[in-house]
């Protein structure tokens, strides 16, 4: 088998892929561990939904990887030391996000800086125009909101600790850089989309989060694992921070006895900034190509130092799937994500929600 793909795919994705490559089609794989097991041992490349890991373990299991296909989601939850030692390539396409994410993080800031209803008559709104926004992390979807910032008249700086405030990029971007301190110091709000490394986790915490500017407004599309949770969460209690709007957070951190479970000012939704059917065919057709690269130049042997998975004495576990497996085309509107969760208010700003139909910039 050339590849396995066990999530749900566009179909004129699927159709491009199938006329050129053996494949196993099986979105709902995951519900089987035993067959997914049995595949995975066999495949060349997968393409893997983002709750999945994959460990050591894992890789060991399957001689002939040599690459992990990601469209939505990031590697977090991937050994990526582990794939870059048995030579897997992990393949994400890292862009194609960034217009949705651009959109959905202006609209928030929007919902943000206006008074939530209990507070009308009391305080006051602020306008982007007139602010400061602080960018952390300047990738793709950084770049697209600076423009979108500038546009309307926002003053924006930024920080990124993988490049130095000398690099000619910062000025060709019109965006000022500054010390992460200063960045929470002189900003209205802030907006977080940095690419995370294991080296990044608390980033966000005491030499930045306490000096934030107060009634500062705060929207990440990064992992939660950037931020000191105690920290923040101290933040939203006094009032420091006005509002955070967390978009790529799973229910855990909001369970009872966890620092941020009932929060004022805390709105979470599960990576609702990306989804959008635009963004996920851009990530499916350039994961897709880049998969079949691999495939047509990748050995098909095994990895060298790559032991087969073989079954125990006496098993009856039923072999992979045969190739080229006929499908069915799914349909193109993708599988809507899980409901979302919030801390604190149910809907922090007026018309804006947690649910899993929250449109803070028509997402």
Not at 196 to 221: D, F, I, K, N
Not at 317 to 343: C, E, G, I
Request: glycine share 8%.
């Amino acid at each position: 088998m050339d590849l396995l793909i066990a999530e749900p795919l566009e179909a004129e994705v699927l159709e491009w892929l199938d006329a050129r490559h053996e494949l196993f089609y099986a979105p709902k794989l995951m519900h089987d561990r035993q067959v997914f097991m049995d595949a995975w041992a066999q495949a060349r490349a997968v393409m893997l939904p983002p709750q999945v890991a994959v460990d050591t373990r894992m890789l060991a299991l399957a001689p002939r990887l040599r690459a992990i296909g990601r469209i939505v989601g990031g590697p977090e939850n991937i050994d990526l030391p582990a794939c870059t030692r048995s030579g897997i390539e992990l393949v994400r396409c890292v862009d194609a996000a960034a217009p949705a994410e651009a959109e959905f993080m202006l609209g928030a800031l929007l919902a943000l800086l206006r008074p939530s209803p209990e507070e009308m008559g009391r305080v006051a709104g602020r306008e982007l125009g007139t602010s400061t926004v602080g960018l952390i992390g300047m990738n793709s979807t950084a770049r697209k909101i600076a423009r979108l910032l500038q546009a309307l008249g926002s003053r924006v700086i930024g920080y990124d600790p993988a490049l130095h405030a000398s690099d000619a990029q910062w000025s060709r971007w019109g965006v000022q850089p500054v010390g992460l301190r200063e960045l929470f110091e002189h900003s209205h709000a802030v907006c977080v989309q940095l690419n995370y490394y294991s080296r990044y986790r608390g980033l966000l915490g005491e030499r930045a989060l306490p000096y934030c500017q107060r009634g500062q407004v705060l929207v990440s599309v990064s992992p939660l694992t950037l931020f000191d949770e105690d920290l923040l969460a101290e933040l939203l209690q006094s009032g420091r921070m006005a509002a955070a709007w967390l978009d790529n957070v799973g229910p855990g951190p909001l369970e009872p006895g966890q620092p941020l479970h009932g929060v004022r000012g805390l709105l979470v939704t599960p990576r609702l900034a990306s989804y959008t059917r635009e963004a996920r065919v851009r990530s499916a057709w350039g994961v897709a190509r880049r998969i079949d690269e691999v495939l047509r130049t990748a050995p098909t042997t095994s990895r060298p130092g790559a032991r087969r998975r073989t079954a125990p004495v006496g098993s009856s576990a039923p072999s992979a799937p045969a190739v080229k497996t006929p499908f069915a085309p799914p349909p193109l509107t993708p599988t809507p994500p899980p409901a979302a969760s919030s801390a604190g208010r149910a809907s922090l700003k007026p018309g804006v929600s947690a649910g899993p139909g929250a449109s803070p910039a028509s997402h």
